[in-house]
């Protein structure tokens, strides 16, 4: 059984370009959340999706962007660049009806110079 | 609003020997909390969690924690570490099942013989 797949699993950009990185979910599930991990710090929420849309939102500028596609896949697009997003982006999953448990995938370590 | 304080950045401790990492959450309503791991360049992988009931939760790889809701807190415990329980970790804050994790900043434990 597939856990949470991300890719890339690096990536590396200039200040002022966009990015997308892409995440599967653990098979069975349904809801896909992305958070931003910084250098030494915990992760902080970005955004998560269910049935293809936006359900909830933590405090991340428009800059920061998703996607659900029907089979549960997921897309974070990140518009102008700004070397403060240099961080690990990681996809957790979870099954909507009695979900306590988000499974992570190994993150996308995003370095913008 | 919900925040995490995980009170130690760091415990180093040598092998077999008892440790504790702590951590305090401030929320007005019910809370899920959780222990996540983070081994070096990976994802996080769920140690325990407390939904309801017993305030004692034991989880994978011998760690346990207690749910303590006069004091808001919910410290991890391990009465033997192993070198290879040298890692990063996180306590986490939900108010709804599968909704926004709210991550402290992390404790490294580091365990040497």
């Known amino acids: 059984d597939a856990g949470v797949t991300q890719s890339p699993t690096h990536l590396i950009k200039t200040r002022g370009q966009q990015v997308t990185l892409r995440c599967s979910p653990k098979s069975g599930h349904d809801t896909v959340s992305w958070y931003q991990q910084a250098l030494g710090q915990g992760p902080q929420f970005i955004f998560q999706y269910y049935e293809e849309e936006e359900r909830q939102r933590g405090n991340f500028p428009d800059r920061f962007s998703g996607h659900q596609f029907p089979n549960y896949s997921s897309e974070l697009n990140v518009n102008a ?12 999953s979870s099954l909507d009806r009695g979900a306590y448990e988000q499974y992570f995938g190994p993150g996308t370590r995003l370095t913008v110079t | 609003a919900q925040s995490v304080t995980q009170l ?26 959780f222990w996540y791991v983070q081994y070096p360049n990976q994802g996080l992988q769920l140690l325990l969690k407390y939904l309801s009931g017993s ?7 011998g760690f346990e924690a207690e749910f ?6 919910f410290h991890l415990r391990k009465p033997s570490v192993h070198i290879s329980d040298t890692a990063e970790y996180f306590c986490a804050v939900s108010e ?8 402290g900043k992390g404790t490294t434990l580091s365990v040497s013989s």
Do not use: H, M
Not at chain 1, 81 to 92: K, M, N, R, V, W
């Open chain 1, 81 to 92: 660049l700004l070397l403060g997003d240099s961080a690990l982006y990681l996809c957790a």
């Open chain 2, 8 to 33: 130690d950045s760091q415990v180093p401790v040598f092998e077999e020997a008892p440790v504790e990492l702590r951590c305090n959450y401030s929320s007005s309503v019910s809370v899920y909390l």
């Open chain 2, 55 to 61: 305030t004692l939760v034991k989880g994978i790889n």
């Open chain 2, 68 to 73: 303590n809701k006069s004091q808001t807190s």
């Open chain 2, 96 to 103: 709804k099942a599968g909704t926004a994790l709210i991550f």
